[in-house]
């Protein structure tokens, strides 16, 4: 199955890239993200709380980085697989400058099995685009701290707050 | 004898428990120190196990056993197949996956907990590596796929076929038009109320295994579990409680059956599976599922001169009971009820990364049924005939009975003009043309289809059939009394407890209430077949029927030794044997019989008789449906307004469960022809595995079904019945799509492949591609 979309972060486009390929901001970033360690070069074992609905479990798997080419894109392939099922996928992640924001594209092609895919195929698209809107303001919030400031936290009403208040900034841009 | 209850509308006698909640199914029975059973399932559709680790589950809280294919492999037989064809390849069917998981949902690991929510939480603490293998899932593709799911065998052919008789080839080729059509039967989900369930008690001491199963033959997994298990068939004791419906899901000998058994011999307890409804739709047998290619030749003037089916049938992994026998019923019966001088079908079955498929309500009857009688109406497209006209033209006279047709069979009897006169008559058919011809003036999309069928029932003689074809029946009037009927049919909702019990009342001149109707116990009950291909009134019916004319016999005798008279000299009426003024009633004869003080020397007491029944034939029941379907222009919606079905299934015992078989039937069709369809996607992945995906039709999507029937009596039995189960999903079908594809003819179309749902008519009504 095709997921796509499209996210602009209001931050530097080095910024944010550099923040899409550090682990420790991905495993911060990442909606239900237990563990991510490096277990080679660009490549990382994580486990990830996530769910479908009612079919919920923890996913092992691999992730790794390809085809990088600062600041501007990268390939991701993920490979896991939990109680609920298996998911496998790979997909491009592009980061363009749009008027000192960045604007991310992404595209890629997911495999699911198991019950996941016997009850929540239907479902996953949207699951996935709440997650990638949660892990994208997440992303936000961490390529515009300052350096010297400790890590911005992620649980799901901070984030649900800053998507919120960067929804109502948007719109009154416009 | 007198008929006060045969051909009554007597209500169910089953039913008052059934509605108040006080039946018991499998569910409903607890034993102490019970166990329950839940099974890890293959999330690929086709892979390699790598390794199992079960360590973690077995240490979790509540869990008494895990237990794997290696456990078992060498421990328990292979799930069987009973049909039996030329170089039919028959898998290695393992009760649990060894080596390698060839369907989602197969069946890896068994955890044995002390409640059921233990057991599937243990479920996830089992780790398993797999390998993944490409999955085979395109039905026409399969035999040429070079992935080979049962490596050994080569390819994915389970078997190669080819049936009837006639020279097709010159048939063909002396038609006017040879109309072609490539045609789906999608795979469908049988969903009984009731999932599977099995609960098995193990007594060590006398070394009996009882197993409490939710099946239609009890007496055929006697057999085969003790052979399965190798255990003496005379210590296992299969019990059919309360059955919530079955449609050929439960005519099978399923892997957790067995299983279940062995577990409770393990341990010395008993234990209790009960299957949720997802794993009812990934491992238990579905239905269905052929892709055909159909060649139909015919005259200017609408005469058929042959028919051709090339068919690809889709057996999924392995084979269950009778999943490579479907096919063959769909060849026998593609003459539908038409004088076809040449028939041939060329099967091709094959292996692919699904669920078995095996009997589904009609069990290829309604392939057979959607083939000929889609082909008729595109006959009459061709021709630009009334379909009615075209049928008409082809149907053999009443007095061409019994009907040999050019698949090999000679149906019993039938009068198919008089069902379709009678059903156009109720339907108005030409006023029905006239409304629609005005209605799509005024831009109505309006469709009519008609459907005449003929199938194939009472299953059967034993030749034809894989495990006996017979029936068997108990009657026993007790010492006060009352009467039991034992019967080797196992009803599971079709009502016999019922029917059964007015042949016996109206035979013996009892109460109804009086009587008892016993089944599904292979500890009470003698050896019978089960309930299933509509027999169990046709032929258990018939043995019971024997069995009365028998036990009758005997009670004359009693009767003119207690009255001093010659039993020639005897009447018998109401219950009560007279002569001379002198009368006894059957229960003083009974108990006369039970004490045995006064009776003739040279017989034994009590008053009991066991009869058996062999049909010499099938029997072959027919219909007419009329169909009248509206789709909504806006959202391509279907509704189906006019609903009107006269069936012929011979001789009648209650016209109300007749007609709950049909109205039963419809809705399932209802459900094949607009809604239902399991689809895999190309990895193997059941992506319709939960009632939120796959449609079973609803009350609300139900038209009024105007209901009647024409009666031809069945020379086959004495009963005169032809048997109706199965009647509604085979002849339902095609008149729903026939009335759909009529609808859209003024857009094109000449065909539709199932379930026609509103987004694929909203396309060709919108013109959307």
């Not at chain 1, 992730?63 to 392939?77: G, H």
């Not at chain 2, 009984?192 to 009882?210: H, I, Q």
């Amino acid at each position: 199955m095709k997921i796509e979309g499209t996210q602009e972060i209001s931050a530097d486009r080095e910024r944010v890239y550099s923040a899409l390929i550090d682990p420790a901001v991905l495993q911060r970033c990442i909606p239900g993200c237990e563990k991510l360690e490096a277990t080679g070069e660009n490549t990382y074992s994580a486990r990830l709380r996530a769910g479908v609905g009612s079919i919920k479990g923890i996913f092992n798997g691999a992730v790794k980085l390809e085809d990088m080419q600062p600041p501007s894109r990268y390939r991701m392939i993920v490979d896991g697989k939990g109680q609920p099922g298996f998911l496998k996928g790979s997909g491009e992640i592009a980061l363009d400058e749009k008027n000192g924001a960045t604007l991310i594209t992404f595209s890629g092609d997911v495999q699911v099995g198991g019950t996941i895919a016997g009850v929540g195929q239907r479902m996953i698209q949207g699951a996935a685009k709440m997650m990638a809107t949660q892990f994208f303001t997440a992303i936000e919030a961490e390529a515009k701290a300052r350096p010297d400031e400790p890590p911005p936290t992620h649980g799901f009403f901070r984030t649900a707050l800053r998507w919120f208040s960067g929804f109502i900034r948007r719109s009154v841009a416009r | 004898m007198a008929e006060k209850y045969v051909g009554q509308r007597v209500k169910r006698t089953e039913d008052p428990r059934l509605i108040q909640g006080l039946g018991h199914y499998v569910d409903d029975i607890k034993l102490a120190d019970m166990l329950h059973v839940a099974f890890l399932r293959s999330m690929y559709a086709h892979a390699r196990i790598t390794s199992i680790d079960t360590s973690e589950a077995l240490h979790a809280p509540g869990v008494v056993a895990v237990y794997t294919g290696q456990d078992v492999s060498s421990k328990i037989g292979q799930v069987p197949c009973g049909a039996a064809l030329p170089d039919l390849k028959v898998p290695d069917h393992r009760v649990l996956a060894t080596d390698k998981v060839y369907f989602v949902g197969h069946p890896i690991a068994a955890v044995v907990a002390t409640d059921r929510y233990a057991a599937r939480d243990a479920i996830d603490l089992i780790i398993v590596d797999y390998e993944e293998l490409p999955a085979v899932i395109d039905v026409e593709g399969a035999a040429s796929n070079s992935t080979v799911i049962h490596e050994h065998f080569g390819d994915n052919i389970a078997y190669k076929l080819t049936a009837g008789e006639g020279d097709i080839e010159a048939a063909l080729a002396s038609a006017d038009h040879v109309v072609k059509q490539r045609l789906v039967h999608q795979r469908l989900a049988p969903i009984a109320m009731e999932p599977r369930g099995v609960l098995a008690r193990y007594l060590p001491g006398e070394k009996e295994l009882t197993l409490w199963s939710s099946t239609q033959i009890p007496h055929l997994m006697r057999t085969q579990v003790a052979i399965m298990l190798g255990i003496p068939e005379n210590k296992l004791r299969v019990i059919a409680p309360e059955v919530g419906g079955g449609f050929g899901s439960k005519l099978n000998v399923y892997a957790e059956e067995a299983l279940l058994g062995w577990i409770a011999m393990q341990l010395a307890r008993p234990v209790k599976w009960i299957e949720t409804r997802r794993e009812n739709i990934q491992a238990t047998i579905h239905g269905r599922g052929q892709v055909g290619y159909i060649e139909i030749g015919c005259k200017n003037d609408g005469t058929i001169t042959g028919l051709r089916y090339n068919v690809f049938a889709d057996m999924g992994a392995y084979h269950q009971l009778l999943t490579p026998a479907i096919p063959t019923l769909t060849g026998l019966m593609l003459s539908g009820c038409y004088k076809i001088p040449a028939i041939q079908m060329n099967t091709t079955a094959v292996f692919t990364n699904k669920m078995a498929t095996d009997a589904y309500r009609g069990a290829g009857r309604p392939e057979a049924t959607h083939v000929i009688e889609r082909a008729m109406d595109m006959v009459a497209a061709k021709l630009k005939m009334d379909p009615v006209e075209v049928r008409r033209r082809n149907f053999p006279t009443p007095e061409e009975f019994p009907f040999k047709t050019a698949t090999g069979l000679f149906y019993d009897s039938g009068n198919y003009v008089g069902a379709l006169d009678k059903a156009l008559e109720m339907a108005d058919y030409s006023k029905l043309r006239k409304d629609q011809a005005a209605a799509r003036k005024d831009g109505k999309i309006i469709g009519v289809g008609v459907s005449t069928y003929v199938e194939i029932c009472a299953i059967g003689p034993s030749a034809a059939t894989p495990a006996g074809g017979w029936e068997s029946a108990t009657v026993r009037v007790e010492p006060t009394g009352k009467v039991t009927v034992l019967t080797g049919a196992s009803p599971h909702g079709q009502g016999q407890e019922t029917s059964f019990a007015q042949i016996a009342a109206d035979a013996l001149g009892v109460d109804l209430n009086d009587i008892a109707v016993v089944h599904g116990d292979t500890a009470i009950v003698q050896y019978g077949i089960g309930t299933f291909g509509s027999r169990a009134t046709a032929v258990g019916g018939t043995a019971l029927v024997l069995a009365l004319e028998e036990l009758t016999k005997k009670a004359t005798r009693f009767a003119a030794h207690l009255l001093e008279a010659e039993p020639e000299s005897l009447q018998f009426e109401d219950g009560k044997f007279s002569t001379d003024g002198k009368s006894v009633s059957i229960q003083e004869v009974a108990l006369a019989a039970h004490l045995a003080r006064n009776i003739p020397a040279d017989m034994d007491p009590g008053l009991s008789a066991t009869r058996f029944f062999e049909p010499k034939n099938f029997t072959f029941p027919f219909g007419t449906h009329i169909v009248v379907s509206e789709i909504d222009r806006d959202t391509g919606d279907v509704k189906l307004t006019k609903y009107v079905a006269v069936d012929d299934c011979g001789k009648v015992i209650n016209p109300m469960l007749v007609e709950g078989q049909i109205h039963g039937g419809i809705v399932q069709s209802i459900g094949q022809a607009l809604y239902e369809e399991l689809v895999y996607d190309d990895q193997g992945q059941l992506v319709t595995g939960t009632l939120m995906d796959y449609a079973v039709p609803k009350a609300a999507m139900i038209p009024w079904l105007e209901l009647d029937r024409t009666e031809t009596p069945s020379p086959v039995n004495p009963l005169g019945v032809k048997g109706v189960g199965e009647a509604g999903t085979i002849g339902a079908t095609p008149a729903i799509v026939n009335s759909i594809v009529d609808a859209l003819s003024p857009f094109g179309i000449t065909h539709l492949d199932m379930p026609l749902r509103p987004e694929l008519l909203w396309k060709i009504v919108n013109n959307a591609g």
